[in-house]
């Protein structure tokens, strides 16, 4: 049987309809902003090398235990023993080898964890990666703001006693599974978190004067990616120096 519907009640029907759309849309662009963590932690790993695993598992639980932005770059220079990285970027070998140059050297390993940009260690040694961590602290206070669904400004102020410092994009996958059938580690599935797809330079910090940025955020993201960090690091010459601020903003 046809029940007839006054028109006061597809008003209120269509008005309902309208709001859960607008719920779902404001759902699926809804942004996480990570702000005033307490640590860049940089992980260099390769799915060839057999130390690694341990050190992606570490990578993967400091992010939900500790106040950090976690990332993982992945390196190339492991394909060699049968098994090509199927995350490898050239940006992640070619900062890795920075670092090193940095710190006066021009020994390549991995697993490396740097810890806001300074302090570097075996990646898959918990116990100094904890005590890095304990002692770690960032000098500058980032504010993100969602300006809109598709626009999110970034915001440091000035701060004397500190250099010039690079505002780097750098975009990320939350996690992926690889099962890896030659080299190594073959015949394990590994699981990866925070898997850096990009790095490029996007501002500069003055601190005379600070930086005010407008990110686009579906082009920072691209179509794969589900977040981004937002690092404000010191620059050592053409190298990379200390890490002054960051954050993330994830959807």
Known sequence: MRVPVSQSARLVLRLYLAAMTCL??????????????????ELFTSQGCPPCPAADQLLSRMSDENNVIALAYHVNYWDYTGWADTFAISASGELQKAYARAAGTNRLYTPQMIVNGERSMAGSNAEEVSSALADADLALSIDVEAESQDVVVLKAGPRSGLGEAIVWLVAFRNGAEVDVSSGD?????????????????????????????????????GPDNDGFALIIQEKNGALPGRILGATAVIR
């Open 185 to 221: 580690n073959m015949g394990q599935r590994l699981s990866y978190s925070h898997i850096v797809t990009s790095r490029q330079p996007v501002g500069m910090w003055d601190p005379t004067s600070g930086v005010e940025i407008r990110i686009p955020v579906p082009e920072a993201l």
């Open 24 to 41: 779902a849309a404001g759902a699926a662009y809804a942004l996480e902003i990570r702000d005033r963590p307490d640590a860049v932690v």
